[in-house]
């Protein structure tokens, strides 16, 4: 909580799973209106999904911080409330003051985070994008850390703390990946706290600094990370790569990175299971079930019998780890772009259940208001590509699963049955998998019970 001349500050809060900033898509208010407490006053972007952000002032808006479109790192002021009493003083405010926030309980909510008592009392000129700090050293930002305490900060902290102060493991894991000494770093945040803005900046300077030779000087230029990249010329869209587009693009290039997959593939006959799904669909007309949920069930099944897939590589700890639970994970296209929400413990649901879940996940994916908490943890996913009309994708790993099983378009194709030239219903099933964890065998083992299961559901009862 900060307070300045009797109105309060409503600082960024965290927004939990590890974020640190956020972009303002709208304002539910203006500068002139009264506000309760826990009302929502605006909607934010964060690298999981769209949240609706209440303010636990009451009282009369004085202040936005950030306009629509602009990213506010966490714990820096996003609106500021006087109080409606301005005779009340301090008192008036506290009492509005949310208990949970007073306390320190801990709880964090959607949108709204917890208290983080003094963090907020230092305040900072918002990080713009355009703004030339971002190349320059970490070292830059001493001027402004020297304008808040007369004492020089870097004896300071190394007195009180042997290492540099990192909230995020995506700070870490980003200087790790970019062989970044976080002590080296002088953290943004408050209290010293290092961001993933100050690894960014030392990633961006150190190219450089390594081509600053002392026989070829330059003036600053345009950042290194575009050196060799030509300049956007007239009539070409440029479309900001934040919230959940970057947080896809970075998911996607660490998967394809770290992890050595490899896909198999095999064409079955769908027939079945389509007469399957209708039979139930005529005994259960109040509760139907799709293909997805049938797949889904089959997937299941297969975990069951090849739980090597149902796992992830924890690379510091150099191990394996299968997991006892199925959190499914279905990849759903938004306006947003690509996401993975969870159904958890699918292993627990019956085929009625898992199709009701199904159905209802997927829906408020697409509506952006499912809770950052249910687009992660997932240890399997299920991909059905085949709504965009095609057969065939070698689809990269939802990153830190290992192993992912798509679905194609069902059609009409020519098919032996019984040594009889048919047409039947067909599908193609790829199976993408981290090839640390098993071997072909195990891969293929389990592409093949799928695929049987799909022609012969009466196999899938079997293994139940």
Same mark, same amino acid.
């Given at each position: 909580?900060?307070?300045?001349?009797?109105?309060?500050?409503?600082?960024?809060?965290?927004?939990?799973?590890?974020?640190?900033?956020?972009?303002?898509?709208?304002?539910?208010?203006?500068?002139?209106?009264?506000?309760?407490?826990?009302?929502?006053?605006?909607?934010?972007?964060?690298?999981?999904?769209?949240?609706?952000?209440?303010?636990?002032?009451?009282?009369?808006?004085?202040?936005?911080?950030?306009?629509?479109?602009?990213?506010?790192?966490?714990?820096?002021?996003?609106?500021?409330?006087?109080?409606?009493?301005?005779?009340?003083?301090?008192?008036?405010?506290?009492?509005?003051?949310?208990?949970?926030?007073?306390?320190?309980?801990?709880?964090?909510?959607?949108?709204?985070?917890?208290?983080?008592?003094?963090?907020?009392?230092?305040?900072?000129?918002?990080?713009?994008?355009?703004? @030339? /700090? =971002?190349?320059?050293? #970490? *070292? !830059?930002?001493?001027?402004?850390?020297?304008?808040? &305490?007369?004492? %020089?900060?870097? $004896?300071?902290?190394?007195?009180?703390?042997?290492?540099?102060?990192?909230?995020?493991?995506?700070?870490?894991?980003?200087?790790?990946?970019?062989?970044?000494?976080?002590?080296?770093?002088?953290?943004?945040?408050?209290?010293?706290?290092?961001?993933?803005?100050?690894?960014?900046?030392?990633?961006?300077?150190?190219?450089?600094?390594?081509?600053?030779?002392?026989?070829? @000087? /330059? =003036?600053?230029?345009? #950042? *290194? !990370?575009?050196?060799?990249?030509?300049?956007?010329? &007239?009539?070409? %869209?440029?479309? $900001?790569?934040?919230?959940?587009?970057?947080?896809?693009?970075?998911?996607?290039?660490?998967?394809?990175?770290?992890?050595?997959?490899?896909?198999?593939?095999?064409?079955?006959?769908?027939?079945?299971?389509?007469?399957?799904?209708?039979?139930?669909?005529?005994?259960?007309?109040?509760?139907?079930?799709?293909?997805?949920?049938?797949?889904?069930?089959?997937?299941?099944?297969?975990?069951?019998?090849?739980?090597?897939?149902?796992?992830?590589?924890?690379?510091?700890?150099?191990?394996?780890?299968?997991?006892?639970?199925?959190?499914?994970?279905?990849?759903?296209?938004?306006?947003?772009?690509?996401?993975?929400?969870?159904?958890?413990?699918?292993?627990?649901?019956?085929?009625?259940?898992?199709?009701?879940?199904?159905?209802?996940?997927?829906?408020?994916?697409?509506?952006?208001?499912?809770?950052?908490?249910?687009?992660?943890?997932?240890?399997?996913?299920?991909?059905?590509?085949?709504?965009?009309?095609?057969?065939?994708?070698?689809?990269?790993?939802?990153?830190?699963?290992?192993?992912?099983?798509?679905?194609?378009?069902?059609?009409?194709?020519?098919?032996?049955?019984?040594?009889?030239?048919?047409?039947?219903?067909?599908?193609?099933?790829?199976?993408?998998?981290?090839?640390?964890?098993?071997?072909?065998?195990?891969?293929?083992?389990?592409?093949?019970?799928?695929?049987?299961?799909?022609?012969?559901?009466?196999?899938?009862?079997?293994?139940?």
């Amino acid at each position: 909580m900060t307070t300045v001349d009797g109105a309060q500050v409503f600082l960024l809060p965290d927004l939990g799973e590890g974020l640190t900033e956020a972009e303002i898509v709208e304002w539910r208010v203006a500068v002139g209106d009264m506000v309760t407490v826990d009302q929502t006053v605006v909607e934010v972007e964060t690298a999981k999904a769209v949240v609706d952000v209440p303010c636990p002032y009451a009282g009369r808006v004085v202040a936005l911080h950030g306009a629509a479109g602009e990213v506010r790192p966490v714990g820096q002021p996003l609106i500021t409330i006087a109080p409606a009493d301005a005779a009340g003083g301090e008192p008036a405010g506290h009492a509005t003051y949310r208990e949970e926030e007073r306390a320190g309980s801990g709880n964090v909510l959607i949108g709204y985070g917890t208290g983080h008592g003094g963090s907020g009392r230092r305040r900072r000129r918002p990080r713009l994008a355009v703004a @030339p /700090e =971002p190349v320059a050293a #970490p *070292a !830059a930002l001493a001027p402004e850390t020297a304008s808040v &305490a007369p004492v %020089v900060p870097a $004896p300071e902290t190394a007195s009180v703390a042997p290492g540099p102060l990192v909230i995020s493991p995506i700070v870490r894991r980003l200087a790790r990946e970019h062989g970044l000494d976080l002590a080296a770093l002088r953290g943004t945040g408050p209290g010293g706290v290092v961001r993933r803005a100050d690894v960014e900046a030392a990633v961006a300077a150190t190219p450089a600094r390594l081509a600053a030779v002392p026989d070829h @000087p /330059e =003036p600053a230029g345009p #950042p *290194a !990370a575009h050196v060799g990249l030509a300049p956007a010329g &007239a009539g070409d %869209v440029v479309i $900001p790569l934040t919230g959940i587009r970057k947080a896809i693009a970075d998911k996607l290039s660490r998967s394809r990175r770290e992890i050595p997959e490899v896909t198999i593939w095999v064409d079955v006959d769908a027939t079945a299971l389509l007469e399957t799904r209708a039979a139930i669909n005529a005994a259960t007309p109040d509760a139907p079930v799709s293909i997805l949920a049938l797949l889904a069930r089959i997937c299941l099944s297969g975990l069951r019998r090849y739980p090597q897939l149902n796992a992830r590589v924890d690379t510091e700890a150099q191990r394996i780890v299968q997991s006892a639970a199925v959190h499914l994970g279905i990849a759903a296209q938004t306006d947003r772009g690509l996401v993975v929400p969870v159904v958890r413990d699918a292993q627990r649901l019956t085929t009625g259940e898992l199709a009701a879940e199904l159905a209802a996940t997927t829906t408020a994916a697409r509506a952006g208001t499912l809770p950052p908490a249910r687009l992660t943890g997932g240890t399997f996913t299920l991909n059905n590509y085949g709504v965009f009309g095609v057969d065939g994708s070698t689809p990269i790993i939802n990153h830190p699963e290992a192993a992912l099983l798509g679905v194609g378009r069902i059609v009409d194709k020519p098919w032996v049955v019984d040594g009889q030239l048919a047409v039947r219903k067909v599908t193609q099933l790829s199976l993408t998998f981290d090839h640390r964890v098993c071997d072909g065998g195990v891969a293929g083992g389990f592409l093949r019970h799928v695929a049987d299961c799909v022609e012969r559901p009466a196999l899938l009862i079997a293994t139940v």
